[in-house]
């Protein structure tokens, strides 16, 4: 899972769902009373800080830690990924551009669903962009978001089409994973018939409900509502403040009909996303050298450690996904510093190649 509450593959959170709701709803405070607004907001900065100084401290601690624990196999990984080979390496990157294409293609597939017509480059670089953004500023989340929603209405997308292309980007990606998580049950035959049809039920419901946002919008209108005022009572902000913009998002939504067609490209493209960033991580094990590892224990490896990304604090899941990955490989038959060696060259790759080329975009068009 990544920081949306979607899963999306780690080096891909260009705008993120979670954060939908801010940039659409989004609302002018109400003033504050006369009289100890500015002590109190002075205070509420302080102790903001103070917040992000301590979540820096642990999180420099637990890096710290990871890495003193791992060095003795650190030296041996990147040795390995110096040597691997360059052809699986190159293998390995297109599969990684591969990945965020299809995402790109997915997005833009449910653009055009809404009368949006935009382009596969320009699509893509804005993928790019708040991936970029999302991965290396504070409250990534937020400017990843903004970026993506700003950049669907300067192409043409309302409020409306904006918000619900980024949910169900969001869902359709979640429904990916859950097929190949179900896939690598059933290959590895260690799911009961009970959880293979809780499963297959999960992801029925997931695709129905996509279904019943589109089409009967009011019927999730009531609990956005009180969600809505959830998050209004904890901003310290009027119950009802945005509820009129998503009562119009609600009344604007059945407007757009997808056919039968845009939601199988969509679909595809979600799957695809996955599949090939799957295959990064393949080619960087062969790359590295690791063999005994079959495709079965590969898959299982890899949605293993895509779900574990939901539990890092960290953008792309940094530590947990690793973590998990390195533990699939080496349970799977794999040398320690192999896998570690073949973490290491896939996370260079899909996640630290990837947000050097969103900043380049970024450069580039801040030029024009």
Not at 125 to 131: D, H
Not at 254 to 283: E, I, K, M, Q, Y
């Amino acid at each position: 899972m990544s920081l949306t509450g979607f899963a999306q593959p780690t080096h891909i959170n260009a705008g993120d769902a979670g954060g939908v709701a801010t940039a659409i709803l989004e609302h002018p405070a109400v003033p504050a009373p006369r009289g100890g607004a500015h002590g109190r907001t002075s205070i509420g900065g302080s102790r903001r800080r103070g917040r992000q100084i301590a979540a820096g401290v642990v999180v420099a601690l637990v890096l710290g830690t990871e890495a003193v624990l791992a060095a003795p196999y650190l030296g041996t990984a990147m040795a390995a990924v110096t040597g691997a080979a360059g052809g699986w390496v190159g293998l390995a990157m297109l599969a990684s551009a591969g990945s965020l294409t299809a995402f790109a293609l997915l997005r833009r597939a449910l653009l055009r669903a809404a009368g949006v017509d935009v382009s596969t480059g320009s699509t893509l670089a804005s993928v790019l962009v708040a991936n970029a953004f999302h991965m290396t500023l504070p409250g990534g989340v937020a400017f990843s978001t903004g970026y993506a929603y700003r950049w669907m209405q300067r192409h043409g997308a309302g409020p409306t089409v904006a918000g619900w292309s980024l949910v169900v980007s969001g869902l359709l990606s979640t429904v990916g994973l859950a097929t190949l998580g179900l896939s690598a049950s059933l290959l590895v035959g260690s799911t009961s018939w009970t959880r293979m049809a809780v499963e297959i039920i999960g992801i029925a419901v997931l695709v129905l409900g996509v279904g019943r946002l589109v089409r009967d919008p009011n019927r999730v209108l009531a609990a956005a509502e009180r969600a809505l005022a959830v998050v209004n009572r904890l901003r310290r902000r009027p119950p009802a403040a945005g509820s009129d913009r998503l009562v119009r998002i609600a009344e604007q939504l059945p407007g757009v009909r997808p056919s039968a067609r845009d939601w199988t490209a969509a679909t595809g493209h979600a799957l695809l996303n996955w599949l090939l960033d799957l295959a990064c991580l393949a080619a960087c094990a062969h790359a590295v050298g690791l063999t005994g590892v079959g495709t079965t224990a590969l898959l299982a490896t890899y949605v293993a450690g895509m779900a574990a990304s939901g539990l890092s604090l960290l953008p792309g899941g940094l530590g947990t996904v690793d973590a998990a990955l390195i533990l699939g490989l080496v349970a799977a038959g794999s040398p320690a510093t192999v896998a570690l060696s073949a973490v290491v060259l896939y996370r260079m790759i899909s996640l630290v190649a990837v947000v050097a080329a969103g900043w380049a975009v970024h450069a580039v068009y801040r030029r024009r």
